[in-house]
């Protein structure tokens, strides 16, 4: 049950962008993103719900497909402060419910 | 800064051995969650708990209890620990404990690290 996502690592130059995928097999509830630099806390960005509502930083730009259970965040005009991993959590249900997180996909922003 | 602390920050123990992480969730937040990230590797859930009652679990080993107490602080017991237990645990909270719905702030972690 844990979602894939794609691509595992992405590098970039300042200013260029990048989609980063999460897709489940089953129907989901909610997708959240977080970002978590070497050895430190992840940091939450977004949530986006069944239905539509979104939740998070003004600047994260995300979508959530309902029919497909995937999501993507984007990642534009990068700097070099995006730099780290992210990952995806998703639930199936908006009770109480786990959140089951991605593998991850690492992310390099080079000057 | 999350507003969730852990503590300790890092911990050495052998195998064998039994040691206590503690967390003090975010003012407000009543829900506590407990993730282990071993190296590498991604946020595996452990187990919720929200205004002291259990509420979620994963894979959490038996070895492994948790509570949380009514000043809402919650404590993971790991025990009989072995070479694989070492890894960086997480605790999170949110304001409820609707894990799907809410965002969830993390503190900043454990090192644990089994000799």
């Known amino acids: 049950q844990q979602p894939v996502q794609s691509p595992q690592a992405v590098i970039l130059r300042e200013g260029e962008d990048a989609v980063i995928n999460c897709s489940s097999s089953?129907?989901?509830?909610?997708v959240h993103w977080y970002r978590q630099k070497h050895g430190e806390a992840p940091v939450f960005l977004m949530i986006?719900?069944?239905?539509?509502e979104q939740k998070g930083h003004e600047k994260i730009s995300a979508s959530f497909n309902e029919k497909k259970q995937q999501s993507s965040l984007y990642l534009t005009a990068s700097q070099l402060s995006y730099s780290g991993t992210y990952f995806c959590g998703t639930s199936f249900s908006g009770g109480y419910n786990k959140l089951i997180f991605g593998a991850g996909t690492r992310l390099a922003v080079h000057p | 800064d999350s507003g969730v602390t852990q503590t300790p920050k890092h911990l050495i123990t052998a195998t064998g051995q039994r040691v206590t992480l503690r967390c003090s969730p975010r003012?407000?937040?009543?829900?506590v969650y407990w993730y282990q990230q071993s190296l590498d590797q991604g946020l595996q859930f452990l187990i919720q708990y929200y205004n002291g009652e259990e509420r979620a679990k994963g894979n959490i080993l038996e070895r492994f209890s948790a509570q949380q107490f009514p000043d809402l602080h919650s404590e993971l017991n790991l025990s009989s620990l072995e070479l694989g237990d070492s890894a960086l645990y997480f605790c999170a909270s949110s304001v409820t404990g609707r894990g799907g719905y809410n965002e969830q702030f993390f503190g900043p972690g454990t090192r644990l690290t089994v000799l």
């Open positions: 003012s407000g937040d009543l829900s």
């Open positions: 986006l719900l069944k239905g539509g």
């Open positions: 089953k129907a989901l509830y909610s």
